[in-house]
């Protein structure tokens, strides 16, 4: 889901409020992405593969591409349009906040930001969205339930795109071996940790080629490799392209959609 997201790339292309009762809308073929937040709202979203209903307080993904009816008696809500660059789905999603006054705020935040217009607010908006999906993250980010190995794990999180990172020294911070650490994070997440740091590294090395802010040495570095031949072997491995490519192969897809 795309609240359970770490990195999200995008371009914000509007944000609307919307306060609308008895209203039935279809939507159809729409090429960009959808989130909003619901203040009130008695709302049903139909398809031919979903039925979600949306109350106060709910929040709703909507990817392009996925068609819709909504039937409202009544809706009043904050709606932000949107293009994901590195996250895609075919369903819609649904996320009840435990802190829904927090993102409340945020929303209302990036709205008078958008209507606003002041010089710089698409980059202002986009850091409050930005925090936006940080905060969804945070609620939704189940760090472990093994206890044994907690501490581990949270080294893991803070320290896996170091190039220096070493299991070695993960596995101490909980006092266990390095072979029974291993055995408990598969037992726990169903991967082992060293295809866990390898697959994390990778989704931020797809995450920062999007942004085509930096070369791929300069990515290569930023994501725990010191070989760039070692990076590129093992990025291809988890995407099936090579770095080089990868950004090239998204462009041309993301246009023919």
Same mark, same amino acid.
């Given at each position: 889901?795309?609240?359970?997201?770490?990195?999200?790339?995008?371009?914000?292309?509007?944000?609307?409020?919307?306060?609308?009762?008895?209203? @039935?809308? $279809?939507? $159809?073929?729409?090429?960009?992405? *959808?989130? =909003?937040?619901?203040?009130?709202?008695? $709302?049903?979203?139909?398809?031919?593969?979903?039925?979600?209903?949306?109350?106060?307080?709910?929040?709703?993904? +909507?990817?392009?591409?996925?068609?819709?009816?909504?039937?409202? @008696?009544?809706?009043?809500?904050?709606?932000?349009? +949107?293009? *994901?660059?590195?996250?895609?789905?075919?369903?819609?999603?649904?996320?009840?906040?435990?802190?829904?006054?927090?993102?409340?705020?945020?929303?209302?935040?990036?709205?008078?930001?958008?209507?606003?217009?002041?010089?710089?607010?698409?980059?202002?908006?986009?850091?409050?969205?930005?925090?936006?999906?940080?905060?969804?993250?945070?609620?939704?980010?189940?760090?472990?339930?093994?206890? @044994?190995?907690?501490?581990?794990?949270?080294?893991?999180?803070?320290? #896996?795109?170091?190039?220096? +990172?070493?299991?070695?020294?993960?596995?101490?911070?909980?006092?266990?071996?390095?072979?029974?650490?291993?055995?408990?994070?598969?037992?726990?997440?169903?991967?082992?940790? @060293?295809?866990?740091?390898?697959?994390?590294?990778?989704? #931020?090395?797809?995450?920062?080629?999007?942004?085509? #802010?930096?070369?791929?040495?300069?990515?290569?570095?930023?994501?725990?490799? =010191?070989?760039?031949?070692?990076?590129?072997?093992?990025?291809?491995?988890?995407?099936?392209? =090579?770095?080089?490519?990868?950004?090239?192969?998204?462009?041309?897809?993301?246009?023919?959609?």
């Amino acid at each position: 889901m795309i609240f359970e997201q770490e990195y999200i790339i995008f371009e914000i292309l509007d944000v609307l409020y919307i306060d609308q009762s008895f209203k @039935k809308k $279809t939507d $159809t073929n729409r090429n960009f992405d *959808a989130i =909003s937040f619901r203040y009130e709202a008695d $709302t049903v979203i139909q398809n031919e593969n979903q039925q979600i209903d949306f109350h106060d307080n709910s929040i709703g993904f +909507f990817p392009s591409g996925v068609s819709y009816t909504r039937f409202s @008696k009544n809706d009043t809500l904050i709606v932000v349009h +949107f293009k *994901a660059f590195n996250y895609r789905s075919n369903k819609i999603e649904k996320f009840l906040p435990p802190e829904p006054e927090k993102y409340g705020k945020l929303f209302k935040q990036l709205l008078a930001c958008w209507k606003n217009k002041d010089v710089s607010y698409k980059s202002d908006s986009a850091s409050i969205l930005n925090k936006i999906f940080s905060e969804f993250y945070r609620d939704n980010m189940t760090i472990c339930d093994e206890r @044994k190995i907690l501490d581990s794990v949270i080294y893991i999180q803070k320290n #896996y795109l170091k190039q220096n +990172f070493s299991l070695h020294v993960a596995a101490s911070k909980s006092f266990v071996s390095e072979p029974y650490f291993r055995k408990l994070f598969k037992k726990e997440f169903g991967i082992s940790p @060293k295809k866990h740091v390898i697959e994390s590294r990778i989704k #931020y090395a797809e995450a920062l080629i999007l942004t085509n #802010y930096y070369t791929i040495q300069e990515i290569s570095e930023m994501c725990g490799y =010191s070989d760039y031949r070692h990076f590129s072997t093992e990025f291809k491995k988890v995407t099936g392209v =090579s770095p080089s490519d990868y950004y090239y192969n998204y462009k041309e897809n993301n246009v023919s959609v």
